[in-house]
């Protein structure tokens, strides 16, 4: 069964880090592209940042450029999204997706929370 389990968040200042995880299980994640999205309770899902399969480029929207970058371990089946420099606005449930066998799967997401 294909499964996505996110973990890594958790409450920083602005300005600090954090390294979010995506570990996939049921599928190689490294075959596919993997999709980071963001979601305050009460607005829309916002997409992030997405992470090709071909290429294993990582695209960013401009809210984040600059300040995330993605990438993969294979021996972990494991995928990264690695944030710099975080905003209060960032703060969110953070999920990863990816679209397997004709099914898009979510993950259970974690919280990022950006406060002083």
């Known amino acids: 069964q294909v499964q996505l389990v996110e973990s890594g968040g958790g409450l920083v200042q602005p300005g600090g880090s954090l390294r979010l995880s995506c570990e996939a299980s049921?599928?190689?994640?490294?075959?596919?592209?993997v999709n980071w999205y963001r979601q305050v309770p009460g607005k829309e899902r916002e997409l992030v940042t997405w992470?090709?399969?071909?290429?294993?480029?990582?695209n960013y929207v401009d809210s984040v450029k600059g300040r995330f970058s993605g990438s993969r371990n294979n021996a972990k089946n494991t995928v990264y999204l690695q944030m710099n420099n975080l905003k209060p606005e960032d703060t969110a449930v953070y999920y990863c997706?990816?679209?397997?066998?004709?099914?898009?799967?979510w993950g259970q997401g974690t919280q990022v929370t950006v406060s002083s």
């Open positions: 992470i090709t399969s071909s290429s294993g480029s990582t």
């Open positions: 049921g599928f190689t994640i490294s075959n596919y592209t």
């Open positions: 997706s990816a679209f397997v066998r004709l099914v898009l799967y």
